[in-house]
């Protein structure tokens, strides 16, 4: 699965007050350790954020989150899960128009090839990240109860 836009698509210019929200909001979560933006914090178009190696499973190297938000309240939240043998686990919520799924999908796991339509209570950045974050601790949760 391909990471989320670069944001480089003028159709969809970066909400770039949105991922400094986003960047707040992660700063404060304890599965974060660091946040960056690419390209920069200046003119931001995704906002990575990496999670603490110390909370992960011993089968898993790193997790980082990449986010796109867009002034069109479209977005990309990818997950990207890289196993100690080099192998990923990801997945990505999506909302936005597509020839494939409805406008909000999920790029189902192991590698996000398959696409459901998703339903969200509300499409409020901190509401969407609050979901994708309880996912991953589900995720994490579920690999440390199973002992991987």
Known sequence: MSPPSSGDDSSRPPDRQTLRLLERRLADDPLITETTFDPDSTEPRVLEAHGDSDRVPPSVDAVRLDICWYTTDDFS???????????????????????????????????????????????????????????????????????S
């Open 77 to 147: 939240i990818h997950y990207v899960e890289t196993a100690t043998d080099g192998t990923h686990w990801e997945c990505r919520w999506d909302r936005h128009p597509n020839p494939h799924n409805a406008r909000l999908h999920f790029h189902r796991p192991p590698d996000g090839a398959e696409t459901v339509d998703l339903e969200l209570s509300s499409l409020h950045p901190l509401d969407v990240i609050a979901t994708v974050l309880a996912a991953v601790e589900d995720r994490l949760e579920r690999m440390w109860d199973a002992g």
